[in-house]
């Protein structure tokens, strides 16, 4: 079996400038962001994945956050439309980044959509309606991957940047979440895992077989995840969280097709 490949990127020079929509900016510590991506990338490295590092993209502030510019599921890989004139600069690179791996689809305008909207159960993708992804996005993602067999479910989102910022999967048909930051209603044919309200950031990581990557600090999570039988990594992210990020944006996760 081939190792499943993580795409990531580290942060860039700018990383300061990042957009925001939910929080308060503060500064973020470059040197410290660097090293706990290098920490992020050894866990990938721990629990299976074959880790491929593209060049950093200096003048594009969130660029870290790889996930965002694309939607990839086993037979096509989608090249999203983000929000925001900065994050579509980041488009070029990730489309070469993911080119060898799979087929090649587009959003065009005036649809919006980013990765970090896009949870996958099996054949489904429940897509975060908020800020960043609007109801053309939707339909154009579900115009690509419906006639694959999947199906799309919209799932609104009011209390963070992306739905992954608030939700993810974590295997056996079972979805991580914060309740306070995106509406459970929406979740379908899914068993829902809560958090804890003081652990916001921690619905959220990175599942590889029956291990997981997590933001450090939240031990009420952690335990509920080694309940479930997974073994829990946990990285230190808190420059990303200051940028809206987390663990599953550093990375666009995929299998070796074939």
């Not at 190792?3 to 410290?32: F, N, Y």
């Not at 962001?33 to 990338?41: E, S």
């Not at 579509?88 to 587009?106: G, N, V």
Request: glycine share 10%; hydrophobic share 40%.
């Amino acid at each position: 079996m081939p190792k499943p490949i993580a795409i990531v990127r580290k942060p860039s020079t700018s990383m300061g400038d990042c957009l925001l929509t939910h929080m308060q900016r503060e500064p973020i510590d470059h040197e410290l962001a660097l090293r706990q991506h290098a920490a992020y990338r050894e866990a990938l490295a721990r629990i299976g994945c074959e880790v491929v590092e593209i060049d950093p993209a200096n003048d594009c502030p969130d660029a870290v956050f790889v996930e965002d510019p694309v939607v990839v599921v086993d037979e096509l890989g989608v090249i999203a439309r983000p929000a925001t004139d900065s994050r579509r600069r980041e488009r070029p690179s990730m489309e070469a980044a993911l080119k060898p791996y799979r087929e090649l689809a587009h959003i065009t305008s005036p649809a919006t959509i980013e990765g970090g909207d896009v949870i996958r159960v099996g054949k489904t993708l429940f897509v975060g309606r908020g800020t960043r992804t609007n109801d053309q996005g939707v339909a154009q993602l579900r115009s690509h991957i419906g006639p694959l067999g999947y199906t799309v479910i919209p799932v609104p989102v009011t209390g963070c940047l992306h739905l992954k910022t608030g939700a993810c999967s974590v295997g056996g048909g079972r979805v991580l979440v914060n309740a306070d930051w995106v509406d459970t209603s929406a979740f379908t044919g899914v068993e829902l895992i809560p958090v804890s309200s003081d652990e916001p950031w921690s619905a959220n990581g990175v599942l590889v077989g029956d291990s997981i990557v997590v933001p450090a600090g939240a031990p009420k999570t952690a335990s509920i995840l080694r309940g479930l039988g997974l073994g829990v990594h946990e990285v230190g992210l808190s420059e990303m969280q200051k940028a809206e990020g987390s663990a599953t944006c550093l990375c666009v996760l995929l299998d070796e097709p074939g």
